[in-house]
């Protein structure tokens, strides 16, 4: 089944820096990454996706890399502001096989970003 | 709130003892799912509904636990004879079913700790 490594565990940021989490998958059958954001005690919530016919998508502050070649997708936020401060996953669905629509998470990287 | 919803949000319950939550979807979210997620660590699957019937089902599902949802629309998670082992938040995310890779919402989590 699907693999999905995150790193860092922990990356700590000052206001206005950007900040850079990267994930890479093992099945090459994966063709949908999002990317969570989960204060604590809430809710996981989508904050970007990528599908695998693209290989960069970006929406205000938030970046989303795919590299499909090395199996590797990246998450970049710009101007980071103290409400960013999170703990944050990267997900895989695989359109085949027995992993259809489920998702596999990364362990998380709890941002901090000081003010 | 038209989000997804779970209850109870917390139970506390003493080893042995079964256990029911609840999720209700989005209204007219086709797919349901259900999660797993311990302290420092991404959602693991556990499940998955397609209107009323389970497609798919992880090997972390063992045989205390089983999960319902009889006319597609709610669905429930029991745990029988709990160990403290079980302690996690158990997470119910819902979607469409246009693609396999709709976007999953997820509820608050219920957060289940086992004495």
């Known amino acids: 089944g699907e693999n999905v490594e995150q790193h860092p565990s922990t990356l700590s940021v000052q206001e206005g820096d950007s900040a850079v989490i990267k994930c890479t998958y093992s099945d090459s059958a994966s063709n949908y990454f999002p990317w969570y954001k989960q204060e604590l005690g809430k809710r996981p919530q989508l904050i970007i996706d990528?599908?695998?016919?693209?290989g960069e998508k970006k929406d205000q502050r938030i970046a989303v890399t795919l590299n499909k070649t090395a199996k590797h997708f990246s998450l970049h936020i710009t101007e980071t502001q103290p409400e960013d401060s999170a703990v944050y996953f990267c997900?895989?669905?695989?359109?085949?096989?027995?992993?259809?629509?489920?998702?596999?998470f990364g362990q998380g990287t709890i941002l901090t970003v000081h003010p | 709130d038209t989000g997804v919803s779970q209850n109870p949000r917390h139970k506390i319950t003493k080893r042995g003892q079964n256990v029911t939550f609840r999720c209700d979807p989005i209204?007219?979210?086709?797919?349901l799912y259900w999660y797993r997620q311990t302290l420092g660590q991404g959602p693991e699957f556990l499940t998955y509904?397609?209107?009323?019937?389970?497609?798919?089902k992880s090997r972390l599902l063992s045989d205390r636990f089983s999960a319902e949802r009889p006319k597609g629309s709610f669905s429930t998670l029991e745990i029988q004879r709990t160990e403290q082992g079980d302690s996690a938040m158990y997470l119910c995310?819902?979607?469409?079913?246009?693609?396999?890779?709709?976007?999953?919402?997820f509820g608050p989590g219920t957060r289940l700790t086992v004495l």
């Open positions: 997900a895989a669905i695989s359109a085949g096989g027995t992993s259809y629509g489920k998702l596999t």
């Open positions: 995310a819902s979607s469409t079913d246009l693609t396999v890779t709709d976007t999953q919402y």
């Open positions: 509904f397609q209107n009323e019937a389970q497609l798919e």
């Open positions: 209204s007219e979210h086709n797919r």
């Open positions: 990528i599908r695998s016919n693209v």
